[in-house]
């Protein structure tokens, strides 16, 4: 037992040296975890390890943040008061999310401790990795970070985690397994762990001083509705919003479809207006090898507009300071989910700039504020997305 109390406390000791030095860092980021985050982070933690730092019978504990709220601060307050007060190895943590992005896993090597590292895997990581890195672990910590890309049966996280038998209440129990889950976009999976009450928790985030979310943004009359832009009248209305809007030049962020027979029009449209100069970011053909903080960092010379196409869904976090309009692609059939997690997410969070615009669905954020309010148990709102179509 006492090799074994060494080994845990060397580990412990690691992870809040490396931890300290992320805090004090010069050069890198500056690491800070806010009060609101250190709240969140206690009442995570609470669900899981009693006054006595034993395991409670919460097996899931989901947390509902709204995006870019400071949710990494709270991942790591849990991470924290997981290896400090419930004696989790920070080996047998893992965070971990049905994203496959390179980025979120280049971002948050960045602000956790080098200790976890290894065990910061996305989707493309999972299959490989994943269920080998857990084989025999006991005491494990699995922190799902955007929940509604790991959630249906056939996705890979899902997957993974039921051949580890972690779908098994009985096994996680044994083996004091527990999974805390981050989302701004629950969808069903909520109603999957309102019906385990039992065994499962659900906290809905404070946001921190100054956040400026989706609602704010639609308060504040900076959130108009997105049209076809393969639609000549529809580009010439845009070109007359940003020309009204913006004395000084701006990037102008702009999703287009992928295959569809009005994308070739709406570029070729785009790429009419007058005085503007257009780039295309995407991850197939880039005119530009830097990441797109470093392109929309540097004020512009003249308008610019970046299209994108299957990018800037989630998780993403966008340097603000010279972005004037975001215009998400309009759709027929929407997916609620994607329009929050999207464009218009990415420009909420901290030091938003006032003069920002965003064009997307607003019906999509009046039916979220609702279901916001009602902490997503009201079953009349309409919302559809890839795992709740009513």
């Not at 992870?15 to 010069?26: G, R």
């Not at 639609?218 to 393969?230: A, N, P």
């Not at 340097?319 to 997916?335: A, D």
Request: charged share 25%; glycine share 6%; proline share 3%.
């Amino acid at each position: 037992m006492g090799a074994v109390y060494d080994e845990r406390e060397n580990l412990k000791g690691q992870y809040n040296l490396q931890f300290e030095n992320l805090q004090k860092s010069p050069t890198g980021p500056h690491v800070c975890i806010y009060e609101n985050q250190i709240r969140i982070g206690s009442e995570v933690s609470k669900t899981y390890i009693n006054s006595d730092g034993l395991p409670t019978e919460v097996l899931y504990t989901m947390v509902v943040a709204k995006t870019q709220s400071g949710k990494t601060g709270s991942m790591l307050e849990v991470i924290g008061r997981a290896v400090n007060k419930g004696g989790v190895s920070p080996y047998n943590i893992f965070i971990i999310t049905g994203l496959s992005s390179k980025d979120w896993k280049e971002s948050n090597k960045k602000v956790f401790p080098q200790i976890l590292h290894p065990n910061i895997l996305h989707n493309n990581d999972v299959k490989s990795k994943l269920a080998l890195n857990l084989n025999g672990k006991k005491k494990v910590l699995i922190i799902i970070d955007e929940l509604h890309m790991a959630s249906t049966d056939n996705q890979t996280i899902a997957s993974v985690l039921k051949d580890c038998n972690f779908h098994d209440p009985e096994y996680c129990y044994e083996n004091d397994i527990r999974i805390v889950e981050y989302s701004a976009t629950p969808d069903g999976v909520l109603k999957d762990r309102l019906k385990n009450e039992e065994r499962s928790r659900i906290i809905f985030a404070e946001d921190g001083d100054g956040y400026t979310s989706c609602f704010d943004l639609l308060e504040q009359g900076r959130v108009f509705q997105s049209k076809d832009l393969s639609e000549g009248n529809n580009v010439l209305d845009l070109w007359k919003h940003i020309t009204n809007e913006y004395i000084d030049p701006k990037y102008h962020i702009i999703r287009t479809a992928t295959k569809n027979p009005k994308k070739d029009k709406t570029e070729e449209n785009l790429k009419t207006l007058s005085d503007f100069k257009v780039l295309e970011y995407n991850m197939n053909t880039c005119q530009d090898s830097r990441d797109l903080n470093a392109i929309i960092t540097c004020p512009p010379s003249k308008h610019t507009i970046i299209i994108i196409k299957e990018m800037l869904r989630c998780a993403k976090v966008l340097k603000k300071q010279h972005i004037g309009v975001v215009y998400e692609r309009f759709c027929k059939n929407v997916n609620d989910s994607a329009i929050i997690q999207g464009l218009l997410g990415r420009v909420t969070g901290y030091g938003v700039p006032k003069d920002i615009s965003v064009f997307t669905n607003i019906d999509t954020i009046n039916r979220y504020k609702k279901l916001w309010d009602s902490e997503f148990d009201d079953a009349s709102i309409k919302w559809m997305s890839n795992t709740n179509n009513k």
